[in-house]
């Protein structure tokens, strides 16, 4: 699948639009968001609608970026009812993965890393076995202004979920600006946990500025060098949240994302030994 996020166009309010330029660009697949998507599709009858309706135009549903607003200490009941609505739009959609983030920062200041830590386990572990239940899996994206950013608290979180259905989403911008001197590394160091990848450049400073591939500072060779190592045997998607020019943007990254799709598959297959590396003779 040759995926981008929706979100990159959350400014467009059409549906039908926001899927045709998807489409034009070279993609196939496509990430939902909740502006529009799960604002708009309100009824199992226009999900399932919108569902065949995609299928008609040749275009796959993956995952869901759900933005449930966490609020594990104010507001439980309510992120627990955000994250139930989340899991049954996604359900109603076919889709296969939930993108969620833990608390932003500003939201838990009061409260110190291993509290956070503790009560984070104990909500997600709800929210994971709902998605379960689904056969739906979990995904975090750490941010600049998330704990998780900080690896050490990420590991200890997401082992300490213990759900097979459970792993990590690297945004390399966001990772560019959190970690601008390291993140390289980190891919290593979070290793298999990373289920899903948003690929795009950054400027390592910018947050949430997306940029098509080649247009940032962002040592993406590296990255791939680093994802290959691992060996990386998730999913990608393509994001160009922020960025002004997402057609151009779009149409230039299609054909490198499919690349990329098919260069980390063929290095994952090579480490299982299914495949022999390209070597010459």
């Not at 983030?101 to 929210?127: G, M, T």
Request: with cysteine; charged share 25%.
């Amino acid at each position: 699948m040759t995926c981008i996020n929706a979100v990159s166009f959350h400014q467009d309010p059409c549906i039908e639009s926001i899927c045709g330029k998807v489409l034009d660009a070279g993609f196939d697949t496509l990430e939902l968001s909740r502006p529009p998507f799960f604002n708009q599709l309100t009824t199992a009858r226009t999900r399932g609608r919108f569902v065949e309706w995609a299928a008609e135009r040749g275009l796959r549903l993956y995952g869901f970026d759900c933005w449930v607003d966490v609020r594990p200490y104010t507001a439980l009941e309510d992120t627990m009812e955000g994250f139930r609505a989340a899991v049954r739009f996604a359900d109603d959609l076919q889709l296969h993965l939930l993108i969620t983030h833990d608390p932003w920062i500003k939201d838990v200041k009061e409260y110190s890393p291993s509290q956070c830590l503790r009560a984070n386990i104990e909500l997600f572990r709800r929210v994971a076995d709902l998605c379960a239940n689904c056969g739906l899996d979990l995904v975090f994206e750490p941010h600049p202004d998330t704990l998780s950013m900080n690896n050490q608290w990420c590991i200890d979180f997401i082992d300490g979920l213990d759900r097979p259905n459970v792993g990590l989403l690297f945004d390399t911008c966001h990772y560019g600006v959190g970690q601008p001197e390291t993140y390289i590394e980190s891919i290593a160091e979070l290793g298999r946990r990373i289920r899903h990848l948003h690929f795009s450049d950054g400027d390592r400073a910018t947050y949430a500025l997306h940029l098509p591939l080649g247009d940032g500072d962002l040592d993406l060779p590296e990255i791939v060098s680093a994802l290959k190592a691992v060996p990386f045997r998730g999913t990608i998607t393509n994001d160009l949240f922020n960025y002004p020019l997402l057609q151009d943007g779009a149409h230039r990254n299609a054909p490198k994302i499919k690349q990329l799709e098919d260069e980390l598959a063929g290095a994952a297959k090579v480490a299982d030994g299914v495949e022999r590396p390209n070597v010459p003779i």
